[in-house]
């Protein structure tokens, strides 16, 4: 081949290159993004009941849908006699509408009242207490304000929960729905230990996976002693529901006979802080 014809062939491939590469912007790229205008939507789920009702859409994306369920259904327990407060979960089990709480927070009373949100409540019979598991279930009407989760007990007690991502909604000391996060750091007295916040008030709060099983209640916080008695806020003991007679937990919610006079007080308050027991 001749020179002449090389060089023509190198300019002529020089001229489709040149043709072919897009202009670049004069300006200079502005890298500062302003992530204000960026929208994201993630995680919108539609609430169900158990019948295939769709109840509520939410749309909190930095909330899991076993969060977003138990924020639904986070209630207020507490006694018509007495001051203080715990926490509860409002659950459809057995085709009866129950709330899940700790067993010392109905301590031994036979009803107890349910608050929900804007001024709502309930007042439920109590037709199951294991006080040596510290599990209660009470039945309840319905709730206009709250959004009944599906009953789905975690039935296994040993090595395979630790670690274990958890998750619950409930009412510690002067708080209103606190969705708290944590783990499962041991299993020790029959108890499940999570590492995770909880206070006086946060008593029954339904504990979940991240499946939506419900793995127990809060039973309680962890008490140190440096000189003298310190509650550690970081280290809850959770009932776990595997513990507990579920047959006989069957049979008492779907034989529990709710009295005409229990009824929904739409309106009422209540208390903004418990006393010393949940």
């Known amino acids: 081949m001749s020179k002449w014809l090389q060089n023509l062939i190198i300019i002529t491939s020089l001229l489709l290159v040149s043709c072919t590469t897009p202009s670049l912007s004069e300006q200079t790229p502005n890298k500062d993004i302003n992530l204000d205008l960026v929208e994201t939507v993630a995680n919108t789920v539609k609430v169900e009941n158990v019948f295939g009702e769709v109840l509520e859409i939410l749309d909190a994306p930095n909330l899991t849908v076993s969060e977003q369920r138990s924020r639904t259904a986070a209630v207020k327990v507490r006694s018509l006699l007495k001051a203080g407060h715990g926490s ?7 085709g009866r509408r129950v709330v899940a709480t700790a067993a010392h927070v109905v301590r031994n009373e036979s009803v107890m009242a349910i608050d929900g949100r804007d001024g709502e409540t309930v007042v439920g019979q109590v037709v199951f207490s294991d006080t040596e598991n510290d599990i209660a279930f009470i039945v309840v009407p319905e709730m206009k304000t709250r959004t009944a989760i599906r009953y789905r007990p975690r039935k296994i007690y040993n090595e395979r929960l630790i670690g274990t991502s958890l998750t619950y909604t409930g009412f510690p000391s002067h708080h209103d729905l606190l969705t708290i996060r944590g783990y499962v750091a041991a299993l020790e007295h029959n108890m499940v230990v999570t590492n995770m916040f909880g206070w006086f008030g946060s008593s029954g709060s339904g504990v979940y996976d991240q499946s939506g ?4 209640v809060v039973s309680g916080i962890d008490v140190g002693n440096i000189g003298f008695r310190i509650p550690l806020e970081s280290i809850v003991w959770v009932a776990p529901m595997s513990r507990v007679d579920l047959e006989l ?3 008492r919610i779907r034989s529990a006979m709710l009295p005409q006079s229990i009824k929904a007080f739409p309106g009422a ?8 027991r949940d």
């Open 249 to 251: 937990l069957e049979i």
């Open 88 to 94: 509860g979960t409002y659950m459809i089990a057995h």
């Open 213 to 216: 099983r419900l793995v127990g």
């Open 269 to 276: 308050r209540s208390p903004r802080r418990g006393g010393l």
